[in-house]
């Protein structure tokens, strides 16, 4: 479907208007007024673009504003951002590869922070064997902060069980987890708490941030090894007039991240729940399990995230509600939800 303006709550399609809950825009902001005026204001100070590596002898003071702010908001130490989270992912596991001499993966991670040599997490539902081992050794383990399919934050219960021989660095994607769950929107990374060597956050910020780039948050002298690899000096930065939006709209995902809440808080008071659906009040996405209820929404003029990841993959079905839907459109898309579960 081609749609000629940004779907945001309502796309027309065939000129007709339809519901729309897809995207990943969970706290609004690329329709929201507030937040495009800052935008703009911030272009007319720092440019469309800035093409100069983040290394060269002039240095913006807009990285150090969004930069910092980012930090605070996440918890970490230090955070630095890239032009997407996609490039966060990479620099990451670049960084790794030459310190590292065993990578695991927690369930189907992005690919974003996939590496060839990693090893699954689990076998047969139990820690991989060489985790056990009393062999010395540097790990990473690398997992999503919410993994696909589901709706609550990763579990990291396991890395109590894996025995101080092993030197962990945990790497976490939060694209779809920073800036929606935790305490306003600040993800998973600071709640993070086991004997691990170091922590790793990187994250798209095209998501509920609402602007195109990514972030590598850690502590800072991992941070700084970061901003010395030839990949990253030798790239142009995130552009400084959205490095810089990251700071002067605090306030902004703070409303935002309310107003999200309250959708969802509303959905969980009047939906019933069931087989066909996977839901939780605390994550804004809507698994939906059944295609006939995919091809029932359609005929409602509701449109949602329908697609493969990949070609193998079988289609990724989901309800994305974001801060800008109103209760109206929750209440129309519960009544349909309502109405096919109960033929069940």
């Known amino acids: ?97 030459k310190e590292t001499d065993c990578f695991f993966h927690l369930n189907e991670i992005h690919s974003a922070i996939k590496t060839e040599s990693s090893l699954p997490l689990f076998i047969n539902e139990k820690l991989n064997d060489r985790l056990l081992d009393s062999k010395p050794e540097k790990i990473a383990i690398l997992t999503d902060g919410v993994p696909s399919f589901q709706t609550n934050p990763v579990d990291l219960s396991f890395l109590k069980q894996i025995p101080n021989q092993k030197e962990i660095t945990l790497v976490i994607d939060e694209s779809h987890s920073l800036g929606i769950i935790g305490n306003n929107g600040a993800g998973i990374y600071s709640s993070i708490n086991f004997p691990i060597k170091r922590k790793i956050l990187v994250s798209s910020l095209g998501k509920a941030f609402g602007l195109t780039g990514g972030v590598i948050a850690s502590n800072s002298v991992f941070i700084k090894e970061i901003s010395e690899i030839e990949t990253f000096t030798s790239a142009a930065g995130m552009n400084p007039a959205f490095v810089q939006t990251l700071s002067d709209a605090s306030e902004i995902y703070k409303t935002q991240h309310r107003k999200l809440l309250d959708n969802l808080l509303y959905i969980d008071s009047i939906l019933i729940q069931n087989k066909n659906i996977k839901f939780d009040k605390n994550y804004p996405l809507i698994y939906v399990l059944s295609n006939e209820l995919v091809e029932k929404l359609k005929q409602e003029k509701i449109i949602i995230a329908s697609f493969k990841y990949t070609k193998e993959a079988e289609p990724l079905n989901r309800i994305v509600i974001t801060a800008n839907h109103l209760k109206e459109d929750l209440d129309k898309l519960v009544g349909v939800l309502n109405e096919f579960n109960s033929q069940f």
């Open 1 to 97: 479907m081609i749609v000629e303006k940004f779907p945001d709550r309502i796309i027309e399609i065939n000129q007709e208007q339809h519901l729309y809950f897809g995207g990943t825009a969970y706290l609004g902001l690329p329709t929201s007024k507030e937040f495009q005026n800052l935008v703009v204001q911030n272009i007319l100070k720092w440019g469309t673009t800035y093409g100069s590596s983040r290394t060269a002898n002039i240095q913006l003071s807009a990285y150090i504003a969004g930069e910092k702010s980012l930090a605070r908001h996440i918890g970490s130490e230090a955070a630095v951002t890239v032009s997407s989270g996609m490039l966060a992912g990479k620099l990451v596991i670049e960084k790794l590869k």
